[in-house]
């Protein structure tokens, strides 16, 4: 962190919510490490000692609060950190990526050794990446323990622990408590009711922008926007189910509700939901760069991708036609090749087609839905190589090469390489040039002399084309 102590100290007395989530203060006359808009009162200087992220703090011998809860202090943006490499093995470790996989593998996407891997994370954080998925752990049970009337054993094992033996020993070790102890009155339930999850964000947020941008994109039977809510099917691995979010906006919160049976890959849907709604955006860092182009909608955010392949499609069926068409492409396209599924939401019908399944759907099939042949080959070749493992869509460091792999499949070209960047691989910084609304906003006549003008907003220019593209 760039702040000393001192000002740290002063944004702790402020309780200013900028700083929410972007430190943690540990007090030692009573052992707990705290947000800096918590409602306790303030400690005196002499007891602080301020950490970068929870897992430090814990390191140190913290426990967590239980009035401020660090566990739903807002995320980082990727761009906040000294090392984008660590930020994003951050994000992914709390997203459950060390649950499903190993350190190893997860090193591997993001283009670099394990060992490299726990050097930088060690060096960002303080901690080792096993460390910092035991605190994500903990967190995530010790919230799912105190907001919802789920079993112990269940909590354990959607929070990603492999026994109820190891998550409380961790509980007495960290925390000094066992996981029962955190129980409110009313004890658990074996009832199959939905789970509610909680999500923070920083001010400002434009609610309504989000919910329009999804709306008009929503595909039909898949997701939905009805009463400032959005829904949606989901597949996970095997796990199959739906989810609702809705902001709660004097609260600052993204309130999200999933089906039982996606229990099992909690931590890993909460990643996706939280790319999608931007979750870990710093506004204030965005609009002091962009300036004046954020006046009238500061909270804008970039709409990021749930479901990474599904995302990429349906900018591959936006090229060179309006929103409303693509939107109906992809409609037609779920339809026909999505699997059923039931939800009690009764236009929630239909999984979104998988990879492998548009990869050998007969070209024919696809160009009845109306579908250009040119489209037809350039979906099939990237369902193609999505499942042989040629090209990854996870977020990486440098989406250079992910996008020199999009740019090497027939059909794609920077505009829609560059779409995807911002909206799938999750890159601040990207920005398509070459579109239309874009030059025209800016009153430029070629993709170089928007490239040229947008230099002044990095590294936050995808943030400066949504606000372009709103106009």
């Known amino acids: 962190m760039e702040l000393n102590d001192t000002q740290l100290y002063d944004a702790l007395c402020a309780r200013d919510p900028r700083f929410d989530g972007v430190f943690f203060v540990g007090v030692a006359s009573t052992g707990i490490y705290c947000r800096p808009v918590c409602p306790a009162r303030t400690p005196l200087r002499k007891n602080c000692t301020f950490y970068a992220n929870p897992a430090l703090a814990e390191q140190a011998g913290h426990r967590p609060c239980l009035r401020c809860r660090p566990e739903l202090a807002p995320g980082q943006s990727s761009v906040d950190a000294t090392s984008r490499l660590a930020e994003l093995a951050r994000v992914r470790i709390e997203s459950g ?7 190893a593998r997860l090193a591997v996407e993001l283009g670099v ?10 060096e960002e954080f303080g901690v080792t990446p096993v460390e910092l998925a035991q605190t994500y752990r903990l967190l995530l049970a010790k919230r799912l323990l105190t907001d919802t009337p789920m079993r112990v054993i269940d909590v354990a094992y959607a929070s990603g622990f492999a026994s109820l033996r190891r998550m409380n020993a961790l509980f007495k070790s960290r925390y000094g408590i066992s996981p029962t102890q955190l129980r409110r009155e009313g004890g658990e339930s074996r009832e199959f009711a939905p789970l509610v999850c909680d ?5 400002p947020y434009a609610h309504d922008a989000m919910l329009s941008f999804l709306q008009v994109r929503a595909t039909r039977g898949v997701e939905q926007v009805v009463d400032g809510r ?9 796990e199959l189910g739906w989810i609702s979010c809705e902001f709660i906006r004097d609260r600052s919160l993204l309130r999200v509700t999933l089906s039982p049976g996606l229990a099992a890959v909690l931590p890993q849907v909460l990643g996706r939901v939280r790319q999608q709604f931007d979750v870990g955006c710093n506004p204030s860092a965005v609009n002091e760069r962009l300036g004046s182009i954020t006046k009238g909608c500061p909270g804008l955010r970039v709409p990021g991708a749930f479901d990474a392949f599904e995302s990429c499609v349906r900018v591959i069926l936006g090229q060179q036609i309006s929103v409303a068409g693509a939107t109906t492409l992809a409609s037609r396209l779920a339809e026909k090749f999505g699997t059923p599924i039931e939800t009690p939401h009764p236009s929630l019908t239909r999984l979104t087609p998988t990879a492998r399944t548009l990869a050998s759907a007969p ?8 579908i250009i042949s040119a489209r ?7 369902a193609r ?9 996870h977020a990486v460091p440098d989406p250079t090469p992910t996008m020199e792999r999009l740019l090497a499949l027939p059909g794609i070209g920077p505009w829609t390489a560059s779409v995807i960047s911002m909206r799938v691989l999750g890159w601040p910084d990207a920005f398509p040039a070459g579109d239309l609304g874009v030059m025209r906003a800016l009153g430029m006549r070629s993709p170089a002399e928007a490239e040229a003008h947008a230099e002044q907003w990095r590294p936050f220019r995808a943030y400066a084309a949504l606000h372009l593209w709103r106009g």
């Open 113 to 122: 050794t394990d060992r490299h891997l726990r050097r930088v994370v060690h």
């Open 376 to 382: 037809v080959r350039t979906i099939r070749s990237f």
């Open 199 to 203: 999500l923070r964000y920083r001010e």
């Open 363 to 370: 070209e024919t099939a696809l160009r009845e839905l109306g």
């Open 97 to 103: 990526a060390l649950i499903e996989s190993s350190l």
């Open 385 to 393: 190589a999505v499942v042989d493992g040629s090209l990854s869509l």
């Open 230 to 238: 959005y829904a949606r099917t989901v597949r996970h691995g095997d």
